[in-house]
């Protein structure tokens, strides 16, 4: 009798949990938007950190979450909005063929709240910054391997003690 009870219970809670997927469709198109690209849902860690002339402000450097991605751009989810109008934002991924931080620099379009203190913010990106600016981006690549499932904080620790 018990098994039949579970499973009214999984029943019942089907068609609310269907209507939170329904109303919160990851690629909702925008009323009036002009996106000509087309945008995948990915949550990977990247850190960010503004772009003042040529140069990370690594102090206010944040982590954030990617909502979507498309060639164009991509929608942050971060806890608060993100006031600067340049930023570096960089991945680093466990695959071969990504052996270092990419860098990538973009431009804040919007600040939109989400609810529960998280924000998404969507921005353009604008160019591809790792080659061409690596002595700059150096203090960057440590807080980067962060990102990485295969960080490992033991190995930071004796890096930084000698």
């Not at 950190?49 to 206010?60: A, H, K, S």
């Not at 910054?129 to 962060?146: C, I």
Request: proline content about 7%; hydrophobic content about 40%; some cysteine.
């Amino acid at each position: 009798m018990s098994s039949i009870n579970e499973r009214k219970k999984t029943v019942d809670l089907a068609p609310y949990i269907r209507r939170l997927q329904d109303i919160t469709i990851p690629n909702k198109p925008v009323p009036d938007c002009n996106r000509v690209e087309q945008r995948f849902n990915r949550a990977l860690p990247v850190l960010i950190c503004p772009w003042v002339e040529e140069q990370p402000v690594t102090d206010q450097m944040t982590v954030a979450l990617t909502k979507d991605v498309s060639d164009l751009g991509l929608g942050l989810i971060r806890e608060s909005p993100l006031n600067a109008h340049e930023i570096v934002v960089a991945f680093w991924l466990d695959c071969d063929d990504m052996q270092e931080p990419w860098h990538f620099k973009a431009t804040v379009h919007s600040n939109q709240r989400l609810g529960g203190g998280y924000w998404l913010v969507g921005a353009s990106l604008d160019e591809f910054l790792t080659q061409n600016y690596r002595g700059v981006l150096k203090p960057l690549e440590m807080a980067a391997d962060f990102l990485r499932p295969s960080f490992d904080e033991k190995r930071l620790q004796k890096e930084q003690n000698g």
